[in-house]
């Protein structure tokens, strides 16, 4: 488990594109929940048969199920802003279907196809929004974000049957169809607000059905990333028993069949309430304990029912569980969006989905036999016992995990600490640092080698850890001339990689060394998600000022003055002034940060680059000023 920083809601929420995200959720997750009362309602109105509300509310959960895996694929091929808003739009037109069945109270076989075909166009929706979420906000506060969404999807769940059972008192049921439309289209269009774009990078030159596969073959080699999903489809099962067991519970506190409704609330509250403490605990490097410590706590409240009579402690008992539901979700989707290649997401985010829907219709049924031979308190005290042994039974793998993790952060701890101290990036978070570190590639030389050479390509960093070097430059003539020496935690190479130019000296070491040489394609993974910080920008620009001034020196009107083109020989210096024609302005004749240097081929390979502190000091070369 990675050492993670620990984000705040309130960062989380200060990103523009986040925020959209976030409202779009909520007026979508509320129409919804809300359209779902007015239909069930309706079909046992037209019908008056339990057992078709229980068909029209287990279809709703069949697209996900059978098709979320195949639909999830398709926000890892394309942009996944536009697959969330062609699916809100998809989903609001056949809502607005809905609505006139409704109104002409037309075939109940016709609304509940219908409601099928909504949910099928939703699916893609939350996958995409789950696999976008981690360009949006970044790596501090992407637990922090998760924690808000599940959270705020927990208060949905309370406000949207409450908006549902008000609109009831309507006449007209077609009402609350319109109006989860609406909340479709709303959605869309703010999605449009969204500026960031997030491509899964999968590609459409590989079949859907190939590119599924492929989800499920990585989900089952990440062997964390697969226990983490299991333990979410867990949970999720405690949730769909609760839908069995709340039933009998609240006829036990005395609230009889009403106290249903309360109970899936105080759950329900439970996932608000936890949301600052989950935060807390996702920047923990140890998930086994949490995730364990989290399953066990969600089974004692049930264990305890049979023990008391009181609404009042059993509604207290079920906010107990529903927080530690909600930990056990936010740290597997936080942990997945993490470690899982951004191009996998979508699918896998799809695939989890549909293991926790597989996991709430098997809670579902589980507990019914054991609740009509035994009653409800042994109900209770077997279920909990289950779900520890089950717990304690598979988190073996969280564990070994942990171990590793802690050895390799052991390892990584020094390296992150001397990157922080190099000041490279700006406000870089500690996974960004990390994986520079898991990058770093030691390197010992004996004093002399020349590590980094003049006009070569700018394939790396490096990084002085133990021992000294010193820079030096070639001229067009040839000549060499040494500006610096560099001691322990400096950094040399940094100028190619910033500008994308060939070194622009030779760098060799002046005693044994020990040194760091991090890959170009990693340091500007890591300068896409954190901008360069001020001191790197400082140190690179007074370095390759003073060296431009020496390569770039021709004998006219002083040494220092950048030429056009270099003088062919040194004995050209002699030749008398008036045979020279004069030179643009050095203002003029400084060349491009992005254009290649002239550099003599057959020249030494010798480069380091000049101490800032040395730099400024002296102040700029002449020519410079």
């Known amino acids: 488990m990675r050492e993670v920083e620990n984000g705040r809601f309130r960062d989380a929420l200060k990103v523009r594109d986040f925020r959209i995200m976030v409202q779009a959720f909520a007026l979508d997750a509320i129409g919804s929940w809300a359209y779902t009362v007015v239909m069930l309602v309706y079909v046992y109105e037209r019908t008056d048969s339990a057992g078709m509300v229980a068909l029209a509310s287990a279809l709703r959960w069949l697209p996900a199920f059978v098709l979320g895996p195949y639909l999830g694929v398709l926000g890892d091929r394309y942009d996944r802003k536009a697959v969330m808003r062609v699916s809100a739009v998809l989903s609001g037109l056949v809502v607005l279907g809905m609505a006139a069945v409704v109104a002409a109270d037309g075939p109940i076989a016709l609304l509940l196809l219908m409601s099928v075909l909504t949910s099928t166009f939703t699916t893609p929706y939350l996958s995409a929004s789950a696999a976008m979420r981690p360009d949006l906000v970044g790596e501090k506060d992407l637990a922090a974000a998760n924690a808000l969404f599940i959270g705020l999807e927990s208060l949905t769940v309370v406000i949207g049957p409450l908006l549902g059972a008000a609109l009831l ?44 596969v492929e989800g499920f073959v990585t989900l089952w080699r990440e062997k964390v990333a ?23 519970m609240s006829e036990r506190f005395g609230t009889g069949p009403d106290g249903y409704g309360y109970l899936t609330a105080c759950f329900a509250l439970g996932g608000v309430l936890v949301t600052g403490v989950i ?10 304990p949490i995730v364990l410590g989290s399953m066990v706590v969600m089974a004692v409240p049930f264990a305890l029912v049979p023990l008391t009579d009181s609404v009042y402690v059993g509604a207290g008992l079920q906010v107990l569980a529903g927080a530690s539901m909600v930990a056990v979700d936010v740290l597997g989707f936080t942990a997945l969006q993490r470690d899982l290649p951004r191009e996998m997401l979508s699918r896998v985010m799809a695939i989890m989905t549909t293991l926790a829907i597989g996991g709430m219709l098997l809670g579902s049924l589980l507990p019914v036999p054991l609740l009509r031979s035994q009653g409800l308190s042994t109900t209770l005290v077997v279920f909990a016992v289950v779900l520890v042994l089950i717990s304690v039974a598979g988190i073996r793998p969280l564990i070994v995990a942990d171990a590793r993790g802690a050895e390799l952060l052991a390892v990584l701890s020094p390296r992150i600490a001397l990157l922080e101290a190099l000041d490279l990036l700006s406000a870089a978070p500690r996974a960004t640092l990390e994986q520079l570190a898991k990058s770093v590639e030691v390197v010992e030389l004996e004093a002399g080698v020349a590590f980094v050479r003049q006009g070569d390509e700018a394939d790396a960093l490096w990084v002085v850890v133990t021992g000294a070097v010193e820079v030096a430059t070639v001229d067009g003539w040839g000549q060499e001339r040494v500006h610096s020496g560099l001691g322990p935690h400096s950094y040399v190479g940094e100028i190619g990689l910033l500008r994308g130019i060939p070194r622009t000296a030779t760098v060799r070491t002046t005693a044994q060394s020990t040194l760091w040489r991090i890959p170009a394609d990693e ?24 060296v431009q001034s020496w390569t770039a020196r021709q004998p006219v009107r002083g040494p220092f003055l950048l030429p056009t083109q270099p003088t062919a ?20 004749e400084q060349p491009d940060p992005g254009t290649r240097f002239p550099v003599d081929p057959g020249a030494p390979a010798v480069v380091t680059l000049p101490d800032p502190a040395d730099v400024m000091e002296r102040g700029p070369a002449p020519g410079q000023r």
Do not use: C
């Not at 935060?279 to 086994?288: C, G, K, V, Y």
């Open 569 to 588: 020989s040194p004995e050209a210096a002699h030749a008398p002034a008036t045979e020279v024609p004069a030179p643009p302005s050095p203002r003029a």
């Open 523 to 546: 340091v500007l993974t890591a300068l896409n998600g954190a901008a360069a910080s001020s001191s790197l920008m400082a140190v690179s620009s007074a370095r390759l000022a003073q």
């Open 169 to 212: 008192a309507f006449d007209e049921r077609s009402i609350a169809f319109v109006l989860n439309a609406i909340s479709f289209f709303v959605a869309a269009w703010m999605i449009g607000w969204i500026q960031a774009r997030s491509d899964g990078g999968a590609g459409t030159e590989v079949s859907v059905r190939k590119q599924m």
């Open 226 to 248: 697969l226990t983490l999903v299991l333990f979410v489809a867990l949970d999720s099962a405690v949730y769909g028993a609760t839908t069995v067991l709340y039933i009998p």
């Open 279 to 288: 935060n807390r605990l996702s920047a923990s490097t140890r998930l086994a």
